[in-house]
T-cell receptor, first 114, second 113 residues
Framework: ETGVTQTPRHLVMGMTNKKSLKCEQH?????MYWYKQSAKKPLELMFV???????ENNSVPSRFSPECPNSSHLFLHLHTLQPEDSALYLC?????????????FGSGTRLTVV | AQSVSQHNHHVILSEAASLELGCNYS??????LFWYVQYPGQHLQLLLK??????LVKGIKGFEAEFIKSKFSFNLRKPSVQWSDTAEYFC???????????FGKGTRLSVIA
């Protein structure tokens, strides 16, 4: 375990479904991130939260909706996804977003959209 | 735009061969550089990082990387690979300020007996 826990590990959903991904860290970090990992592409940064405030939205479609109720929890709400959204979604945390050292990654949620 | 390039998509080596994976970045100013590894089915783990000082950085599991500022490069090396080094390797960069890590596309390393 890395200290960053993601659930579920695997998720299959239809294009009309609504689901949520959860990320939880108990490292005392104040910054949390969502990344998308697709085959043969760089890890794509999706969202950044620093002290519960969203500081970056990397032109992500509105069918992905993040939520950060506190510094330890981060959600990614999914609705009306497309098959091309199938990927590994990684959560990471760091002490703050000002310094990038100390990123800790979760194991990811493997999402398949059918 | 800031970017990190990893030119090798898939590298196949025999055990005991030497490894060098290329990484180039496009930032002009102060940059912090990282190598992460992702073993099959596991999370991304930090191998090593460079912030300042000695440009030759030693990491875990016998890996090292050399920062060459004039070439904008941060290549990863290991003198003798093992089958257990089979994984995907990601180079990442960060510039000072409120910007997150930017990753390369990754290089898949397959070590065969």
């Amino acid at each position: 375990e890395t200290g960053v826990t993601q659930t579920p590990r695997h998720l299959v959903m239809g294009m009309t479904n609504k689901k949520s991904l959860k990320c939880e860290q108990h490292l005392g970090h104040n910054a949390m991130y969502w990344y998308k990992q697709s085959a043969k592409k760089p890890l794509e940064l999706m969202f950044v939260y620093n002290f519960k405030e969203q500081t970056e939205n990397n032109s992500v479609p509105s069918r992905f909706s993040p939520e950060c109720p506190n510094s330890s929890h981060l959600f990614l709400h999914l609705h009306t996804l497309q098959p091309e959204d199938s990927a590994l979604y990684l959560c990471a945390s760091s002490p703050t977003s000002i310094r990038a050292d100390g990123y800790t990654f979760g194991s990811g949620t493997r999402l398949t959209v059918v | 735009a800031q970017s990190v390039s990893q030119h090798n998509h898939h590298v196949i080596l025999s055990e005991a061969a030497s490894l060098e994976l290329g990484c180039n970045y496009s930032y002009g100013g102060t940059v912090n550089l990282f190598w992460y590894v992702q073993y099959p089915g596991q999370h991304l783990q930090l191998l090593l990082k460079y912030f300042s000082g000695d440009p030759l950085v030693k990491g875990i599991k016998g890996f090292e990387a050399e920062f060459i500022k004039s070439k904008f490069s941060f290549n990863l090396r290991k003198p003798s690979v093992q089958w257990s080094d089979t994984a995907e390797y990601f180079c990442a960069a960060y510039t000072s300020g409120n910007t997150p890590l930017v990753f390369g596309k990754g290089t898949r390393l397959s070590v065969i007996a």
